[in-house]
């Protein structure tokens, strides 16, 4: 039985796809591994304190500030539910530009790293 060979629209779509999935990993990635800090905000001493968290990003080195609305004393250096989280709601904080222009250059790569499998099959 002869092999079917894709066409290069199905190749292209396909190669879209994982570029756009590998670059959204990435990003999410810069966020959790960052610097995480914890502020016990209090501007004045007649008010209630509220909590900050600041999130370093590894890679671009932005500071995103979040304001959760739970305890977040058990942080640590370790990967916790707290910077997961976080991490989600800073992902496309500020990096949208960077992640498309990421994922074209993963789209580029990979089809032709695809484009290349299929004519050595053929």
């Not at 058990?74 to 496309?92: A, Q, R, V």
Request: charged share 20%; with cysteine.
């Amino acid at each position: 039985m002869a092999a079917k060979t894709e066409s290069t629209s199905r190749t292209l779509i396909r190669s879209i796809a994982i570029g756009v999935l590998l670059s959204m990993l990435f990003t999410y990635g810069v966020h959790v591994f960052g610097k995480w800090e914890v502020e016990n905000y209090r501007p004045d001493s007649q008010t209630t304190s509220s909590v900050l968290l600041y999130n370093k990003c590894a890679v671009f080195g932005d500071t995103h500030t979040l304001r959760p609305n739970s305890d977040i004393s058990s942080m640590g250096d370790s990967i916790d539910g707290i910077k997961l989280g976080g991490s989600f709601m800073n992902f496309f904080d500020g990096h949208l530009v960077a992640m498309v222009v990421l994922s074209l250059v993963l789209d580029i790569i990979v089809f032709a790293i695809r484009s290349r499998i299929t004519k050595n099959r053929g």
